[in-house]
């Protein structure tokens, strides 16, 4: 069991990660602009927030940085809501979107000492991510918009609850 717990606390980062990830591209896609220069802005954003996140102390900054990208997340999709089609929203948007990746890149620095390699995280984390996209696509197709919504903060409650096990949490390990 306790060797599972750090395989599934990865697998559910990346249903949290597939799920924030779909639900910003669909928001902006539904709502801002459906161009190659809006996706684009967002896939080098999250990824600017990852690198980032890599440099982040480990110190208490774990649910922090979570209910901060879901408030960013929310906020995101209020914004655009309000404002539909207006591009003076985007660099707004894109912040929101480097505040929520944040923690992909938090979570991949510290989570990494759980594993022997790089390697089993990553292919954790990555299985988790596709099912993540496939849930989160399924959902919108049968549900709508909503599921938009709800997603992100069930696959981060289930990403929060698995880390509060301590045997889980790369906290417990480090703090020894």
């Known amino acids: 069991m306790r060797q599972a717990l750090p395989a599934l606390s990865a697998f559910t980062a990346g249903l949290y990660f597939s799920a924030c990830q779909v639900g910003y591209f669909i928001a902006l896609e539904f709502h801002l602009s459906t161009t190659f220069v809006a996706y684009f802005s967002a896939i080098g954003l999250w990824l600017l927030g990852g690198l980032v996140g890599l440099f982040l102390p480990w110190r208490s900054l774990r649910v922090p940085l979570v209910f901060g990208g879901l408030a960013a997340y929310y906020l995101h999709g209020f914004v655009l809501s309000q404002f539909p089609y207006n591009l003076f929203v985007l660099p707004l948007s894109l912040a929101c979107i480097f505040t929520t990746a944040l923690y992909s890149g938090y979570f991949f620095r510290h ?14 984390e990555n299985n988790g991510f596709l099912l993540g996209y496939i849930v989160a696509f399924t959902e919108l197709l049968l549900y709508g918009q909503i599921t938009q919504q709800i997603l992100p903060l069930v696959m981060a409650g289930c990403h929060l609850l698995v880390l509060s096990i301590p045997s889980a949490s790369p906290v417990s390990s480090s703090q020894k």
């Open 111 to 124: 989570a990494r000492r759980d594993f022997g390699s790089s390697k089993a995280l990553f292919f954790h």
